[in-house]
T-cell receptor, first 109, second 115 residues
Framework: GIQVEQSPPDLILQEGANSTLRCNFS?????LQWFHQNPWGQLINLFY???GTKQNGRLSATTVATERYSLLYISSSQTTDSGVYFC???????????FGKGTRLHILP | DAGITQSPRYKITETGRQVTLMCHQT?????MFWYRQDLGHGLRLIYY???????DKGEVPDGYVVSRSKTENFPLTLESATRSQTSVYFC??????????????FGSGTQLSVL
C-alpha cells in the first residue's frame, strides 16, 4: 500500500517563527489532507489539497503531485499552533485514507 | 448540527470481553472510517466503508469486526479484547469520491483500556 512519511518528527520553535512541514508519499494520490491534532486530542481538518496551493490565514499548503510531496507552511507561529500535524493520503488504487506518523510542533511563548 | 459522534467517550474492559464502539454521523456521508491512535504509530486505519453494506479492511483489521446496515452508523466490535487493543479509537466520515470536497471529519474519539 501507499507509504506516507512526514518530516521533521518533532519541531520546537519560538512564538513568531515560521515553519515548514513536509509530507512525502510513495504513489499517485487523488486525495491529500492536512490535519491538526490539538493538545486535547481533537483532529481538525486544515486543508484538502490533492494538488496546487491553498491559503487560510497564517497557514498555507502546497502539493506537487507529480513529485509526490506536500508542504504545510505556518507563519508567525502562536502557542495555539502547538500540537501534532498529520498528512493523510488516498492513492488512485483504492479508497483507503492513510496517515503519516505526524510532526509534533511545540511553540514556546 | 450534530456532525459525527462517538460513544462511549471512555471505556474500561477486561481481556476476553466483547466490546462495541459506536459511531453516528448526521451528514449522510458515504464514507466512514475507523482508526486507532497509539504513541509512535500515528493513526492507523482499521476498517472503512464506502456505503451501507460495503466494508473493507484497512491496515490493522485483525481482532475487529465492523458492520454498516445504515448509512449513518458504523459500529466497531472487538470480539475478544486483548491488552494490545488498548488505544484511542477515532471514527471519521467523508463525502463520496469525486465530490467537490472530500474532507475527512473526525469524531472526538473513544479511549479504550483493556485490563
Amino acid at each position: 500500500g501507499i507509504q506516507v512519511e512526514q518530516s521533521p518528527p518533532d519541531l520546537i520553535l519560538q512564538e513568531g517563527a515560521n515553519s515548514t512541514l513536509r509530507c512525502n508519499f510513495s504513489d499517485s494520490v487523488n486525495n491529500l489532507q492536512w490535519f491538526h491534532q490539538n493538545p486535547w486530542g481533537q483532529l481538525i481538518n486544515l486543508f484538502y489539497i490533492p494538488s496546487g496551493t491553498k491559503q487560510n490565514g497564517r497557514l498555507s499548503a502546497t502539493t506537487v503531485a507529480t513529485e509526490r510531496y506536500s508542504l504545510l507552511y505556518i507563519s508567525s507561529s502562536q502557542t495555539t499552533d502547538s500540537g501534532v500535524y498529520f498528512c493523510a493520503v488516498s492513492s488512485n488504487r483504492d479508497d483507503k485514507i492513510i496517515f503519516g506518523k505526524g510532526t509534533r510542533l511545540h511553540i514556546l511563548p | 448540527d450534530a456532525g459525527i459522534t462517538q460513544s462511549p467517550r471512555y471505556k474500561i474492559t477486561e481481556t476476553g470481553r466483547q466490546v462495541t464502539l459506536m459511531c453516528h454521523q448526521t451528514w449522510s456521508h458515504s464514507y466512514m472510517f475507523w482508526y486507532r491512535q497509539d504513541l509512535g504509530h500515528g493513526l492507523r486505519l482499521i476498517y472503512y466503508s464506502a456505503a451501507a453494506d460495503i466494508t473493507d479492511k484497512g491496515e490493522v483489521p485483525d481482532g475487529y469486526v465492523v458492520s454498516r446496515s445504515k448509512t449513518e452508523n458504523f459500529p466497531l466490535t472487538l470480539e475478544s479484547a486483548t491488552r494490545s487493543q488498548t488505544s484511542v479509537y477515532f471514527c471519521a466520515s467523508s463525502e463520496s469520491r469525486g465530490a467537490a470536497n472530500e474532507k475527512l471529519f473526525f469524531g472526538s474519539g473513544t479511549q479504550l483500556s483493556v485490563l
